[in-house]
C-alpha cells in the first residue's frame, strides 16, 4: 500500500523545518496542508516558508490562489490526491506538513462532501448575511451539525457558507466521518507539541518578527490594493488584527498583544484538534528523547515502516 507521512502540530513548533530534513532523508516532496499559506501575497503573516528555508525540496500547494478567492477543504482534497499520485509516480514517500487540522482530516479519514456544485448567488447571499451578523451563520450550522457546530468559530465563514450550501442543496450534511479511515492510504500521522511555556514563547517572538519584518505594511498593501478587508483570508490571525489599528482602533502595543494572544490560544486549539485524533502519534520535543531533528527522524522512520 502507498505510504505518506505527516508531519501536524501547532503553530511554531518546527514542523517546517523537520519535514525539510525528513523529505531530504527520504528524497522525496513536501505537500504543504496549511489552510493560509496557500494565499498569494501573504507571506509574513502566515509564516509562509522562503524559496531560500527550503533548501532545495519541492513544496506543494503554497501561493495557488488570491486572497481574494474561495477555497474550500474539498479543494485541498483533490488537488492533493493529484499531487500525491505524480509523487508515487517517482516512486517517491510523500511528506505532508501543517497544522490545518481539517486540511489533515480530509486526507487520513473518509470524508464525503457530496459533490455539490457551488451556488455563487446563495453564496454571495450568505456572505452578505455573515457581514451584516456572523452569529446567525453559526447559529445555522448548530441546526444543521451540532457536533460540527462545536469544531466552529465566527471566523470560519468559508466553512459555514460551505455546510449551509450543501444542506440546502442536496438536504444533506456534509460527512465529515472520523470513524473511517482512508483505506486507499497508508497515512502516518506525527504530532508534533512541546511545553506548554515553551511553545507559548516561541510564538511571542514569531509576531515580534512579523512585526519587523513588515507585516503592517503587507497588510496595508493588499488593502490599497483593493482587497476587501471582510474576505476571509484576511480573517486569519495578524491581519485580522492589523486592519482595526490601521484604522485606528488601537494602538501597535495592543495590536501586538492581540496578536499574541489570539496566535496562542489558535495554537491551544489545534493541540486539542490532533487529541481527537485517537491515530496520532505524538512526539513531544521537549523529551530527551525527543530533543534533536535527527531522534525525531530515527522515531518517525521507525514508526512509519
Known amino acids: 500500500m ?7 502540530g501547532p503553530t511554531a513548533v518546527g514542523k517546517s523545518d523537520l519535514a525539510i530534513k525528513l523529505a531530504k532523508k527520504l528524497n522525496t516532496e513536501i505537500v504543504s496542508a496549511d489552510s493560509m499559506q496557500i494565499y498569494r501575497k501573504m507571506d509574513i503573516g502566515t509564516a509562509k516558508i522562503k ?6 525540496i519541492v513544496h506543494h500547494m503554497i501561493d495557488i ?4 478567492e474561495n477555497y474550500s477543504v474539498q479543494n485541498f482534497q483533490n488537488q492533493a490526491y493529484e499531487i500525491f499520485d505524480d509523487i508515487f509516480e517517482k516512486d517517491m514517500v510523500p511528506v505532508v506538513v501543517g497544522g490545518t ?3 489533515i482530516d480530509s486526507l487520513v479519514y473518509d470524508y464525503d462532501f457530496l459533490n455539490v456544485k457551488p451556488d455563487y448567488k446563495l453564496r454571495k447571499e450568505l456572505e452578505d448575511q455573515y457581514k451584516e451578523d456572523p ?14 457546530y462545536k469544531n466552529i468559530n465566527l471566523n470560519d465563514m468559508k466553512k459555514m457558507i460551505r455546510i449551509i450550501e450543501v444542506y440546502k442543496l442536496a438536504g444533506k450534511k456534509i460527512n465529515y ?5 482512508n483505506e486507499d492510504i497508508d497515512y502516518k ?16 517572538k514569531r509576531v515580534d518578527q512579523m512585526i519587523d519584518q513588515g507585516l503592517i505594511d503587507e497588510v496595508k498593501g493588499l488593502l490599497d490594493e483593493g482587497l476587501d478587508k471582510n474576505v476571509q483570508s484576511l480573517k486569519a490571525i495578524g491581519y485580522r488584527e492589523v486592519i ?3 484604522e485606528g482602533q488601537y494602538g501597535k502595543e495592543e495590536m501586538i498583544e492581540l496578536i499574541k494572544r489570539n496566535s496562542r490560544r489558535y495554537a491551544k486549539r489545534q493541540l486539542t484538534w490532533f487529541r481527537r485524533n485517537e491515530y496520532s502519534d505524538w512526539i513531544d520535543i521537549s523529551k530527551e528523547e525527543f530533543n534533536s531533528p535527527n531522534k525525531i527522524i530515527d522515531y518517525i522512520m521507525k514508526k512509519a515502516w
Open 177 to 181: 466521518d472520523r470513524e473511517n479511515l
Open 135 to 148: 452569529q446567525s451563520l453559526l447559529d445555522q450550522v448548530r441546526a444543521i451539525d451540532s457536533d460540527l
Open 65 to 68: 490562489v488570491d486572497p481574494d
Open 189 to 204: 500521522l506525527f504530532v508534533l507539541t512541546d511545553d506548554r511555556e515553551v511553545l507559548y514563547e516561541r510564538i511571542n
Open 244 to 246: 482595526p489599528y490601521l
Open 51 to 56: 524559496e531560500e528555508e527550503m533548501d532545495g
Open 101 to 103: 487540522g481539517l486540511y
Open 2 to 8: 502507498k505510504k505518506i507521512i505527516i508531519i501536524a
